[in-house]
């Protein structure tokens, strides 16, 4: 996803290395430069304002030009700043709460929701031995619950068995009694998309929230879409609360930039990443490991 950033970003970072002494003009101009690359990705442009700012501004300091290495001090600077408009530290899942912990999955259609809502409950069945519930509230495509219970079947995640004619509200309330009753430790609510943000999803969303009181409340945004992910993210956060993101198809050659803005823009941290179809195909997301790559 980040090839072709990655590319310019060393590019410019190896000139300034190569140079032995460095003035600040060489920094600004560099910048200028990063500047260019960061806003070719996509990453959104206040973000990228802030970080040349503050790259600038820590690089100029005397005791990084005077130094024996200016330019590998600067690729540090780089790296740092990277690092934490990234969010700093991985966010994994929070599952300190009471159990059943409810985590209510949110996003457009085909964004990846029901395929990640298994991929976290294999995880969590597999990884961390826990008894994992499934439910889809999607009752506006009738494919869509069953798509879950197919995906159950095959990781071996028990779904809530669908009743027809129910509310999603109804059915978040069935899934977490049948998860108390049955001693479930997590409930995954895959819950219906559109293939735009509309005020009865929005509505329908805050009376899942308010009635499951999930203790996740995760975005799933596709990374390809650039922008209008950030902007989703924004949109969903600000009507019906999220806890976190999941940016899938991180697998796909985007420009990646839109990944980069998710956190500064949001403030709102990127837990996993989607890394292909198969159910397996999910990663934490690590600030760090994402700048080593983007500088190679
Ligand atoms: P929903 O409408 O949001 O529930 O979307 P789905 O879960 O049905 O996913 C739509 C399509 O995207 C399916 O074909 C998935 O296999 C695919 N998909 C989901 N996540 C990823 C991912 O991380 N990478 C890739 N390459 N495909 C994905």
Redesign the pocket.
């Known amino acids: 996803m980040f090839e072709s950033l990655s590319d310019r970003l060393s590019g410019i970072l190896d000139k300034l290395t190569k140079r032995g002494a460095l003035s600040e003009a060489d920094v600004s101009e560099a910048m200028r430069e990063v500047r260019r690359a960061l806003i070719e990705a996509d990453v959104a442009l206040p973000v990228v304002r802030s970080f040349t700012d503050k790259v600038r501004n820590r690089a100029v300091g005397h005791e990084v030009l005077k130094s024996i290495t200016p330019g590998q001090q600067v690729v540090k600077i780089v790296h740092d700043q990277l690092v934490e408009m990234l969010g700093s530290e991985a966010k994994p899942i929070d599952l300190d709460a009471p159990a059943p912990v409810c985590i209510m999955m949110v ?11 298994a ?1 976290i409950a294999r995880r969590l069945a597999t990884r961390d031995k826990l008894k994992v519930l499934m439910a889809s509230l ?1 009752t506006r495509r009738p494919a ?1 619950q069953e ?1 879950l219970k197919v995906l159950g079947e095959q990781n071996e995640i028990e779904t809530l068995p669908i009743i027809a004619g129910q509310s999603p509200v109804q059915i978040a309330n069935r899934a977490m009694t049948a998860a108390r009753l049955g001693g479930f430790d997590v409930v995954v609510l ?1 819950t219906a ?1 559109r293939t735009h943000i509309d005020e009865p999803l929005m509505v329908e969303m805050a009376e899942i929230r308010q009635s499951a009181n999930p203790h996740e409340i995760l975005l ?1 945004a596709d990374a390809l879409t650039g922008q209008d992910a950030v902007n989703l993210a924004t949109a969903f956060d600000e009507r019906v609360g999220i806890t976190g993101i999941v940016l ?5 050659d985007g420009r990646g930039g839109a990944a980069l803005s998710m956190r500064a823009v949001t403030g709102k941290p990127i837990k996993l ?5 198969k159910a397996d ?2 990663e934490d997301f690590h600030p760090s490991r994402i700048a080593d790559r983007i500088l190679g």
């Open positions: 996003g457009l259609q085909g964004s990846g929701k029901t395929t990640t809502t991929k999607d869509a798509q895959d998309g799933v899938t198809r991180m697998d796909g990443i989607g890394t292909g179809e195909a999910l």
